[in-house]
């Protein structure tokens, strides 16, 4: 990066949207300067960032080591609403506004897809779909197939996107159970699903839908022991963060009969983080696996509000205005905090 006003430039640490063009209006219309890059890798992003005041990241991390390594950044800016891939209490010890989107960017997007494919796995769509192709005409192809109705539809979490879910399974006949530590059960009663235990939801769904934040303690809750628990003929979606399910511990499960099925919008390696990834998981090898590139979230409407959010929150903070969607509060004193 040319020295150039370390105080006015703004790094997008990386990006898969194709352009900036959003970006660039926004950050250049208020006098400040972007540069954009493509990192894989917390050094990367260390090398592209030491004159950075501002940052933008998608998947890059930005962690402790890159945020003593970049001593003119004031603000961090999530494309997206977690913020697993940043270290907020670095950045909070530093002074560094931390920003994401709020849920809503792509709730709907979100749903529709855990739907989406909750009834691909169900339906046996892809299993079907790949036969047919190869001259293969028949319904045997995809037994068994159960009815949904009178099914138990399971939902880890009882956020934003899982009430939205809710709302369109309904449709299909099925019984609603949800688990989620951090909602009242008044709550969940009062939207006409039923609050259980998490050992109920893991032994008693027909289908789970694991909608659950990314943290230290969801980590690898779906490990061997907790699929072992589910019965033979459950169906899990993933529509969170690929490192909630172990694949390895799926694999086994899938190809043990531990369970029938699985969608997944992730996996645990999240391709987009690295360079020259290749498709070695042997989930991809499995006919009851559905996959999708981690594009829940995505929508073209979607797309162009998260870019949005990420540059004006980044600009509004160097710009000396609060931050609408702050995730921290950074040290009161600091330098940085106050602009210096």
Partial sequence: MTRTDPGRTV????SDFGDVDIERSIVEGAGLRLVAAQCKSEDEVI????EAAGVLTQYARVGARAVDAMPHCRVIARYGTGVDIVDVDAATRHGIQVTNAPNDWCADEVADHAVALWLAA?????????ATRRGEWHWKTGRPVHRLRGQVLGLLSFGAIARLVVERARAFGVEVW???????????RAARVRP???DDLVEGADHLVVQAPLTPQTHHTFDRATLRRMKPTAVLVNTARGPIVEDAALYEALTGGWIAGA?????????AKQRDWRPSNPLFELPNVVVTPHAAYYSEEAIGTVRTIAAEEAVRVLTGEPARYPVNE???????????
Avoid: M, N, Q
Avoid at 47 to 50: D, F, M, T, V, Y
Avoid at 122 to 130: H, Q, V
């Fill in 11 to 14: 790094l997008i640490a990386d």
């Fill in 47 to 50: 090398e592209a960032g030491r």
């Fill in 122 to 130: 169900a339906r046996k769509i892809c299993r079907y779909d790949g």
């Fill in 178 to 188: 949800a688990h989620d530590p951090f909602v009242d059960e008044s709550e969940i």
């Fill in 196 to 198: 259980v235990s998490f």
């Fill in 263 to 271: 969608a997944l919008d992730d996996i645990e390696e999240e391709p």
């Fill in 330 to 340: 950074p040290a009161a004193g600091s330098h940085r905090a106050e602009g210096a």
